[in-house]
């Protein structure tokens, strides 16, 4: 399956071949140290290290369930006649698929899936950026990519990429599509990173959006067992991430806090601390503001209570 499809969920391999999730994480192991594949959290890739990057068939088959589910918080996030930009991805593909339905909306984008995903949407206007295409993502990259981006200016940018840590932030294994996301953020007051819990603790070759720069992380809930992964969403959350978790269950809090959201709701968990608004500054570009945002210094029992379970 990793040979075919370039990467796997270990969730995906236990459906398969229909054990646990603790069997086919045994046996990754023993794969790995034969040199066979390489463990990712949450799955597993074929051996490359930093440098590899697998194409979007790949990354297609990758974590569908939890893509769709944070796909579908993400776009809860996206006001009426908003303007943003959505970078490229399989993640911000499926979100880009939910943001058709968005009245008046404005799409600054450099792939041609997003593009593809809202050609057909009514009232909602797509803008392209130039560059050279490049096919394993459909994406547009390259210098016409970032000049094009230059003066624009936006409410929110929507990210995704090939892993996530709190030391470095967002990053890819593409010097080319990380320039591009680079331009990205610069045109938008607030980042908003769309990742699953396998990027989590992941970190590749190039850094796109450092930590202090992400307003918010969007994410799935991950498995008990991922120690690694709540600890990453811990830290981030400590450096004052906004956290919201797709799917998110009961949390189980005592002591008179607000009551969870049910599952498959927005669950934001806010710190305190000022966040850094993006760079530049300067008049938005039709901004609009999330409805019930929480204010600083809300809940950060909600991440703990991620990484007890």
């Not at 206007?125 to 990259?141: D, I, K, P, Q, W």
């Amino acid at each position: 399956m990793v040979r075919a499809n370039g990467a796997v969920s270990l969730r995906e391999l236990a459906r398969v071949v229909q054990t646990s999730e603790v069997t086919v994480r045994r046996d990754v192991r023993a794969l790995e140290a034969e040199g066979l594949l390489d463990r990712r959290h949450g799955g597993a890739v074929l051996p490359g290290g930093f440098t590899r990057e697998s194409g979007f068939p790949q990354k297609s088959h990758l974590a569908t369930a939890e893509k769709t589910a944070i796909a579908d918080l993400a776009a809860s996030f996206v006001q009426e006649g908003e303007a943003i930009v959505v970078g490229a991805g399989t993640t911000t593909q499926e979100l880009a698929r939910r943001l058709a339905r968005v009245p008046g909306l404005t799409v600054v984008t450099n792939s041609l899936l997003v593009a593809q995903a809202l050609a057909h949407a009514n009232r909602v206007e797509v803008v392209m950026t130039g560059g050279t295409l490049r096919g394993s993502n459909y994406a547009l990259v390259g210098s016409g990519a970032e000049q094009s981006l230059q003066g624009l200016r936006v409410s929110r940018a929507f990210l995704s990429g090939s892993g996530l840590t709190a030391e470095r932030g967002l990053s890819t294994s593409n010097m080319l599509s990380a320039s591009v996301d680079r331009a990205l953020v610069q045109a938008a007051a607030e980042v908003v990173v769309l990742a699953d819990h396998t990027k989590l603790g992941t970190d590749t070759m190039f850094q796109t959006v450092p930590t202090d720069v992400i307003t918010r992380l969007v994410t799935d809930e991950p498995p008990a067992h991922d120690d690694r992964a709540a600890t990453e969403l811990q830290a981030l959350a400590d450096q004052g991430v906004q956290i919201a978790v797709a799917g998110a269950g009961p949390s189980g809090n005592a002591g008179g806090d607000p009551a969870p959201a049910p599952p498959g709701r927005r669950r934001d968990v806010s710190l305190p601390g000022p966040r850094r608004q993006g760079p530049g500054a300067g008049p938005l570009l039709r901004p609009a503001a999330v409805p019930g945002e929480q204010p600083p210094g809300a809940d950060r029992a909600r991440v703990a209570d991620l990484r007890r379970r």
